[in-house]
């Protein structure tokens, strides 16, 4: 079992910068494949960034946030964060933080374990 908890969220101006976290308990994060997907009202969940096991390090962006995310992991802390910089109204939505034991997961949402969300919201 692994819980995951999502912090970070919170209001910003258009430009600004936040930094998610998604601390975890239960189990080690290095090997299980991490992803942050977000929701804003009215819409579906979409897919944000992923990041596989420490040792296979790949990284992949949504082309709306790549240049601007930034998705890393601090092992020591077992926690995953999501620099998000230049942010936009757009980006306005809750945010999920989400882990599974496989390596890689690239765009899929079938993770094992999901946090409960935290939310930005951006003004104009």
């Known amino acids: 079992q692994v819980q995951l908890v999502e912090s970070g969220g919170g209001w910003v101006q258009a430009g600004g910068s936040l930094r998610l976290s998604c601390a975890a308990s239960?189990?080690?994060?290095?090997?299980?494949?991490m992803g942050w997907f977000r929701q804003a009202p009215g819409k579906e969940r979409e897919f944000v960034a992923a990041i596989a096991t420490t040792a296979a390090r790949n990284t992949m962006y949504a082309g709306s946030v790549k240049g601007r995310f930034t998705v890393s992991r601090d092992t020591a802390k077992n926690t995953v964060y999501l620099q998000m910089n230049s942010l936009k109204p757009e980006d306005t939505a809750v945010y999920y933080c989400?882990?599974?034991?496989?390596?890689?997961?690239?765009?899929?949402?079938?993770?094992?374990?999901w946090g409960q969300g935290t939310q930005v919201t951006v003004s104009s």
């Open positions: 989400a882990a599974d034991s496989r390596i890689w997961l690239g765009t899929s949402d079938e993770y094992e374990y």
């Open positions: 239960g189990r080690t994060l290095s090997r299980y494949a």
